[in-house]
């Protein structure tokens, strides 16, 4: 199995700033697709930006020009930098990815994985 540990969520004041780390470890064949997601209270998870292997983005419209992410493929670390933080950002903000993962016996299988959270809070 993959594993998925984040770090670096806690609490923050409007317009500052957070970098959020998110490492995978495990039988790691390959990693395609690294992200973030978050999940406010009352609301439905959404996708806050995402980056393939070959570093291409996609950003929600809400965060583009605020947020960025990237990732060290040689540690299969995903990293999400937040500038001028609001209030609206507070959620918990979940890491994914989906690869490929070694099996027994040689064998090779797709997973998608998902990190236990991370607390982001902006407020004065």
């Known amino acids: 199995q993959v594993q998925l540990v984040e770090s670096g969520g806690g609490l923050v004041q409007p317009g500052g700033s957070l970098r959020l780390s998110c490492a995978a470890s495990?039988?790691?064949?390959?990693?395609?697709?690294m992200g973030w997601h978050r999940q406010a209270p009352g609301k439905q998870r959404e996708l806050v930006a995402a980056?393939?292997?070959?570093?291409?983005?996609n950003y929600a419209d809400s965060v583009k020009g605020r947020f960025t992410i990237s990732r060290d493929n040689a540690k299969n670390t995903v990293y999400l930098q937040m500038s001028s933080l609001k209030p609206d950002d507070t959620a918990v903000y979940y890491c994914?990815?989906?690869?490929?993962?070694?099996?027994?016996?040689?064998?090779?299988?797709?997973?998608?994985?998902w990190g236990q959270g991370t607390q982001v809070t902006v407020s004065s």
């Open positions: 495990g039988s790691i064949f390959s990693i395609n697709t």
């Open positions: 980056i393939t292997s070959g570093g291409r983005t």
């Open positions: 994914n990815a989906n690869g490929n993962e070694h099996l027994a016996g040689g064998l090779i299988r797709g997973f998608t994985s």
